[in-house]
């Protein structure tokens, strides 16, 4: 994966909260520092559909991928961080982009008090959130590395 620091070339990125049954996705904008959600993708086991995900990318062409990684509460790595890790290497030796890893504690349970305070539905396995969790994740990330504080090229 690639190192922490984006580079100024990386403008339109797309995000993913990375799930064992569901990946939502969201698509942003380092210039503007703004994301939106997309419709996640079903995964089996944490393996996508590449064929969906390519149509994605193809229609995105995004400079870069963000994945959220799901750390415990204190900061150390877990079973599903190690699989986002993972999952985010096979995004960039597939599509040949850099993919950024970004800590995404509470991004889902962040993404379910949005829809309940916006009258949602509860029922979060068939009103999915993913995509908005993957929102936040990115939002998260850009605010972290803004355009203007990239390392010189």
Known sequence: MS???????VKTLLAFDFG??????????RITATARPLNPVKARDGVPDWDVLQRIIDEWQP???V??????????????SRRAKKFAGRLEG???RPSFT?????SSYEAKGMVIAQGGSRDFGANSVDG????????S????WPLTDTPPE
């Open 132 to 139: 908005i969790a993957a929102q936040l994740i990115l939002e």
């Open 141 to 144: 990330w850009m605010a972290a």
């Open 67 to 80: 994945v959220g990684l799901p750390l415990n509460m204190d900061g150390t790595a877990s079973d599903m």
């Open 20 to 29: 064992t049954q569901r990946i939502g996705i969201a698509t942003g904008q």
């Open 102 to 106: 970004h800590d995404e504690r509470l």
């Open 63 to 65: 400079d870069a991928f």
């Open 3 to 9: 190192s922490p620091a984006p580079s100024a070339r």
């Open 94 to 96: 597939r599509f040949h």
